[in-house]
């Protein structure tokens, strides 16, 4: 376990908690370009960063690239190291992918339309991209980042939650429909009764957590005060309080099902509820029933709240190729990275069957800024903390500062990516442009919105 040396002061640990989920605009200053740091870091930068502020972390400037490539620095973490030896992923180059164009989002001061190839050379904040189909490595860049780096994940982590739950309820230990209240008797008796496992997996839950710009800097409200208890951060009006107090004094804003409203807070009551009713520490639970199967090439790094939480709503590290097999785990290839199938027919089914309307997710705050993002709003909706799906089955989960997850699992396509960049996120507009290139076409089932 990797600790703070010189803890952070608590204000400044908690400016930068409370940036990291952010999706407010930062204006960043003009950053080192980020070739520079391939070979390490200046001692000077590891000083600021330990200083920074919160523009200085979350802009996409040079403490945004340490912090995110050095948080074991940081926070305590837990190492789950590869116990299957490296399972290596075979490459078969297709230079046709680098020629795929995509638009640039409105904000971006790149030129486009680009090329991926283009884009890369050009975007001073892109660090690496790599697309994996039929387990080979067809496409691999790392600009700005060496093959080895650990970076986090982000947002992009939250699925990781989901899986452990789904696995859980396809063994009968949760029923999805029943209220999570049924496994959490302490939660009895709050506004969580009547909000369903499967609302918590959707974000569906109508609770008052929905992470926003105002809720994150509001002291009297539910989304800041779940990141302050995670931090141990003193509250303005109650003190010191404990992460699962806070999660249970939850006010309902909404009936359940009514718009997707997106929060971290929802993620974590995943992690507890796993821990609940598996009676052990969701590192070691994800570490048993999927991680330990995996042939990764580095150890997966879950970073930690001081009391021994893991942070899965986005705190989680690893390099860009153990990155992809996660996602690969969803594909028909995960037998080439895993000794075991952790993501069951079931799970993916359930993912698929079980989304929700288009209307659904639009009705919320965030349907349409991830329309923008990927440049298009021909997706379903979201499910089960992937952020959308298809009608090609194809999934996507996008991280902070433009970190990507995108899985087709009847393509058989991962394509995963690090950047360092809180407004510029343009890197999400070609995962889409690449999957329906035509490079990885066949029939593609239609999946259809419950």
Same mark, same amino acid.
């Given at each position: 376990?990797?600790?703070?040396?010189?803890?952070?002061? *608590?204000?400044?640990?908690?400016?930068?908690?409370?940036?990291?989920?952010?999706?407010?605009? *930062?204006?960043?200053?003009?950053?080192?370009?980020?070739?520079?740091? *391939?070979?390490?870091?200046?001692?000077?930068?590891?000083?600021?960063?330990?200083?920074?502020?919160?523009?200085?972390?979350?802009?996409? !400037?040079?403490?945004?690239?340490?912090?995110?490539?050095?948080?074991?620095?940081?926070?305590?973490?837990? *190492?789950?190291?590869?116990?299957?030896?490296?399972?290596?992923?075979?490459?078969?180059?297709?230079?046709?992918?680098?020629?795929?164009?995509?638009?640039?989002?409105?904000?971006?001061?790149?030129?486009?339309?680009?090329?991926?190839?283009?884009?890369?050379?050009?975007?001073?904040?892109?660090?690496?991209?790599?697309?994996?189909?039929?387990?080979?490595?067809?496409?691999?860049?790392?600009?700005?980042?060496?093959?080895?780096?650990?970076?986090?994940?982000?947002?992009?982590?939250?699925?990781?939650?989901?899986?452990?739950?789904?696995?859980?309820?396809?063994?009968?230990?949760?029923?999805?429909?029943?209220?999570?209240?049924?496994?959490?008797?302490?939660?009895?008796?709050?506004?969580?009764?009547?909000?369903?496992?499967?609302?918590?997996?959707?974000?569906?839950?109508?609770?008052?957590?929905?992470?926003?710009?105002?809720?994150?800097?509001?002291?009297?409200?539910?989304?800041?005060?779940?990141?302050?208890?995670?931090?141990?951060?003193?509250?303005?009006?109650?003190?010191?309080?404990?992460?699962?107090?806070?999660?249970?004094?939850?006010?309902?804003?909404?009936?359940? !099902?009514?718009?997707?409203?997106?929060?971290?807070?929802?993620?974590?009551?995943?992690?507890?509820?796993?821990?609940?009713?598996?009676?052990?520490?969701?590192?070691?639970?994800?570490?048993?029933?999927?991680?330990?199967?995996?042939?990764?090439? !580095?150890?997966?790094?879950?970073?930690?709240?001081?009391?021994?939480?893991?942070?899965?709503?986005?705190?989680?590290?690893?390099?860009?190729?153990?990155?992809?097999?996660?996602?690969?785990?969803?594909?028909?290839?995960?037998?080439?990275?895993?000794?075991?199938?952790?993501?069951?027919?079931?799970?993916?089914?359930?993912?698929?069957?079980?989304?929700?309307?288009?209307?659904?997710?639009?009705?919320?705050?965030?349907?349409?800024?991830?329309?923008?993002?990927?440049?298009?709003?021909?997706?379903?909706?979201?499910?089960?903390?992937?952020?959308?799906?298809?009608?090609?089955?194809?999934?996507?989960?996008?991280?902070?500062?433009?970190?990507?997850?995108?899985?087709?699992?009847?393509?058989?396509?991962?394509?995963?990516?690090?950047?360092?960049?809180?407004?510029?996120?343009?890197?999400?507009?070609?995962?889409?442009?690449?999957?329906?290139? !035509?490079?990885?076409?066949?029939?593609?089932?239609?999946?259809?919105?419950?």
């Amino acid at each position: 376990m990797s600790v703070l040396t010189k803890p952070l002061k *608590i204000s400044r640990l908690f400016s930068l908690m409370t940036a990291l989920f952010a999706t407010a605009t *930062i204006a960043a200053t003009e950053p080192t370009p980020l070739d520079r740091f *391939i070979n390490g870091f200046p001692m000077q930068l590891e000083k600021e960063t330990r200083n920074a502020d919160y523009n200085e972390l979350f802009s996409g !400037g040079d403490a945004s690239t340490y912090f995110n490539m050095r948080v074991s620095e940081f926070l305590p973490t837990a *190492i789950l190291p590869s116990r299957q030896g490296v399972m290596a992923l075979a490459k078969a180059p297709m230079p046709a992918i680098g020629k795929v164009k995509a638009d640039m989002m409105s904000v971006s001061k790149l030129k486009g339309p680009l090329s991926l190839d283009q884009f890369l050379e050009q975007a001073s904040f892109a660090q690496g991209f790599l697309v994996v189909h039929q387990g080979k490595i067809v496409y691999e860049k790392y600009p700005r980042i060496r093959q080895e780096d650990h970076h986090l994940w982000m947002s992009c982590a939250k699925p990781m939650a989901s899986l452990v739950i789904d696995q859980l309820i396809s063994e009968g230990k949760i029923d999805q429909h029943k209220p999570i209240t049924t496994y959490l008797p302490d939660f009895k008796g709050t506004s969580w009764d009547g909000v369903t496992t499967r609302d918590v997996m959707d974000m569906a839950t109508g609770m008052d957590i929905e992470d926003t710009t105002e809720s994150r800097f509001d002291p009297n409200n539910i989304a800041r005060r779940v990141y302050e208890s995670e931090f141990g951060f003193e509250n303005k009006t109650r003190g010191v309080e404990n992460l699962r107090d806070v999660l249970r004094s939850t006010p309902k804003k909404d009936e359940p !099902g009514l718009a997707f409203n997106y929060a971290s807070g929802l993620t974590q009551m995943l992690v507890i509820l796993a821990e609940e009713v598996e009676q052990d520490r969701w590192a070691q639970i994800f570490d048993r029933r999927v991680w330990s199967k995996v042939g990764a090439e !580095g150890a997966l790094q879950l970073h930690l709240t001081p009391d021994g939480i893991a942070a899965v709503h986005g705190l989680v590290s690893s390099n860009l190729r153990d990155f992809a097999r996660f996602g690969m785990l969803y594909t028909p290839s995960w037998q080439k990275i895993a000794t075991e199938q952790v993501v069951s027919k079931e799970i993916l089914d359930r993912i698929h069957s079980e989304v929700r309307s288009h209307e659904f997710i639009m009705a919320g705050f965030d349907g349409p800024v991830f329309a923008d993002r990927v440049g298009t709003d021909d997706f379903i909706a979201n499910s089960r903390q992937w952020d959308l799906v298809w009608p090609d089955g194809d999934l996507m989960k996008f991280g902070l500062m433009g970190q990507g997850l995108y899985v087709s699992p009847t393509r058989d396509l991962v394509i995963v990516y690090f950047n360092v960049n809180n407004e510029d996120l343009s890197a999400h507009r070609f995962v889409r442009p690449i999957a329906t290139s !035509g490079l990885f076409d066949k029939q593609q089932p239609k999946v259809n919105p419950q």
